[in-house]
């Protein structure tokens, strides 16, 4: 008997060492393939240029009542075939992790990003088409405490090689479209400067007013900007170039401002983030609002194409701090595979709240992470790289990137060289305290600036 259920074993494993993609033999699996050579039939992933060598692919899948699956292909596949859950919406990114060659215009890119939305039919195959955009790239970082301001860039949160640039506006976001074209906005001028990578002398995109925060749709091709007056605007991007500029003219596309003085909820008083869901092209804001009986912090679900009645675009659904009170004050906001995140803080002598919010897509609130990092009074900010522990969080970066990136600022006062106690931090969409990671990995108020010497905005 023992025998037998070794045997079976045994041909259990090399059922699944020869077809590893049979993951399932339920009746409820439906099979999908994504062929990766132009020998498959169409090729799945067009928008590869040849000064590149692919290194591997990731594909993702969630949906609602599945687990997600994450799959590694190697370099030399042909093509994915997997096993997914029947049912709706189920959500495929395709990820190809690359090397730039001589050449590549880009070589802050790590990785091409592809998205499809497919209803699997249990029992039924279905091929799945990728159009690839920018995806993973290098960290940049915009530092943006006085009026000359600095761009970061590592290759990753080690920070390995560390670099930086001196931009002659003053930086307050950055974001990445569909090409690879670096789009870095300006908080103390009006302008968006966008190039093929970070430079002091970037293209300029005029905005007529100081920009808090940018958020790029990869997906449908817009860059949207809030600027400091809180005003909301979307501007259409050239998908071949991935820029602002109108290719049958030469000019550049005029910004489109959107509803944000009516909406539903009430009257806009800041407006502190913006994120795209490369998914449905919905946008995401962080706000705070006035409903007519004093102010509250919001976190809006906003769809930027419908008609409204002086603009386009109006509120779909939002949550508050009086229906929700884990919201206390609100900075960013991103929108990943498992929901959409916000960063909160609380006074420093107020009750704790997380410090990372997280919600459903319709804004239903699913837990919180973290608070500040107080110290023995309780009432004064501490120094400290531990898991959970925040300064003031101020802005997601890297947004294709997988888990969250988040710039950390604080005004703690490093003694030696009098610089602030600021990091920036990674942590897993799941807010796993074992996944968190800090540069620099360890800080104390008299030695808060180890290699770096971020100030970012406080
Ligand atoms: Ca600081």
């Not at 399932?24 to 590149?52: F, K, W, Y």
């Not at 670099?163 to 074209?181: E, F, K, L, Q």
């Not at 990578?197 to 958020?215: K, L, V």
């Not at 809180?230 to 550049?252: A, K, S």
């Amino acid at each position: 008997m023992i025998k037998r259920i070794s045997f079976i074993t045994v041909m259990i494993i090399l059922f699944f060492f020869t077809s590893c993609d049979f993951l399932s033999n339920g009746g409820d699996m439906a099979q999908v393939s994504i062929p990766l050579l132009s020998s498959e039939g169409a090729r799945a992933i067009g928008g590869v240029p040849d000064t590149i060598t692919v290194t591997g692919y990731t594909v993702r899948v969630f949906g609602p009542g599945m687990e997600p699956i994450e799959k590694k292909i190697a370099a030399g596949a042909r093509s994915v075939n997997m096993y997914v859950p029947g049912g709706q919406e189920r959500h495929f990114t395709l990820e190809v992790h690359f090397i730039p060659l001589r050449g590549f215009a880009h070589p802050h890119l790590q990785s091409f990003i592809g998205r499809a939305t497919a209803d699997l039919r249990p029992g039924y195959y279905t091929k799945l088409k990728f159009t690839l955009h920018a995806g993973a790239s290098q960290l940049f970082v915009v530092d943006n405490n006085n009026s000359t301001g600095t761009v970061w860039y590592a290759d990753s949160i080690e920070w390995l090689s560390p670099g930086s640039t001196t931009n002659h506006y003053s930086p307050s976001d950055v974001d990445i479209s569909n090409t690879g074209v670096v789009f870095v906005s300006n908080d103390n001028g009006d302008t968006i400067g966008f190039g093929d990578r970070i430079t002091s002398n970037p293209n300029q995109y005029s905005a007529g007013t100081p920009i808090r925060t940018i958020a790029i749709d990869r997906e449908r091709h817009y860059l949207y900007y809030a600027t400091i007056t809180n005003m909301l605007f979307q501007v259409q991007l050239d998908p071949e170039t991935g820029i602002p500029v109108n290719p049958d003219t030469g000019g550049l596309y005029p910004a489109q401002p959107l509803e944000t003085a009516n909406l539903p909820a009430g009257r806009t008083v800041t407006l502190q983030g913006v994120a795209v869901d490369p998914w449905t092209g919905y946008l995401y804001l962080t706000a705070l609002i006035n409903p007519g009986t004093g102010n509250l912090w919001a976190v809006i679900k906003y769809d930027p194409f419908i008609p409204g009645p002086q603009q386009p675009g109006a509120m779909l659904s939002a949550v508050t701090e009086s229906s929700c009170p884990q919201i206390s004050s609100l900075t960013d906001v991103i929108v990943k595979d498992a929901g959409v995140f916000v960063l909160n803080m609380g006074g420093i002598d107020s009750a704790p709240v997380p410090s990372i919010l997280k919600f459903s897509r319709n804004l239903h609130y699913l837990g919180g992470y973290g608070s500040l990092s107080r110290d023995a009074t309780g009432t004064l900010f501490e120094a400290s790289t531990d898991p959970g522990d925040f300064y003031v969080p101020q802005r997601f970066f890297a947004i294709e990137n997988q888990g969250l990136y988040i710039i950390d600022d604080s005004n703690i006062s490093a003694a030696p060289n009098g610089g602030t106690v600021d990091k920036i931090i990674h942590i897993n969409e799941a807010l796993s305290s074992s996944s968190w990671d800090t540069y620099p990995h360890e800080q104390t108020d008299e030695f808060g600036q180890t290699l770096e010497s971020f100030n970012f905005f406080l």
